[in-house]
């Protein structure tokens, strides 16, 4: 079982920066595929971005290719989200989850998930 809390969405301006984080809890976070999703107003959720195990592959949706990063911490059990010259189309509740298994952008293999962030982007 893994539980997990996303932090560090707020209120921002176009073309400002975001870090968001995701703590895990869990002595097997290390083994976890990772990834991130968002869910705007009125919109369905979609993928953004995943990591694998060992931070060897990374995949994007091609709407933050370029501006959206990635990455994890093994040891600290979390998993990180730069996001850089954000847009106000970026505004959405952003979620993190896991899974046991390769990295995918099919939110449906995901098997645990965050209660979400929320992101505003002001234009």
């Known amino acids: 079982q893994v539980q997990l809390v996303e932090s560090g969405g707020g209120l921002v301006q176009a073309g400002d920066s975001l870090r968001l984080s995701c703590a895990a809890s869990g002595r097997t976070f290390s083994t976890y595929t990772m990834g991130w999703f968002r869910q705007a107003p009125g919109k369905e959720r979609e993928f953004v971005a995943a990591?694998?195990?060992?931070?060897?592959?990374?995949t994007y949706a091609d709407s933050v290719k370029g501006r959206f990063t990635i990455s994890r911490d093994n040891a600290k059990n979390t998993v990180y989200l730069q996001m850089n010259t954000l847009k106000p189309e970026d505004t959405a509740v952003y979620y993190c989850?896991?899974?046991?298994?390769?990295?995918?952008?099919?939110?449906?293999?995901?098997?645990?998930w965050g209660q979400g962030t929320q992101v505003t982007v002001s234009s």
């Open positions: 989850a896991a899974r046991v298994g390769g990295v995918t952008t099919a939110q449906t293999v995901y098997n645990y």
């Open positions: 990591v694998s195990w060992s931070a060897g592959r990374t």
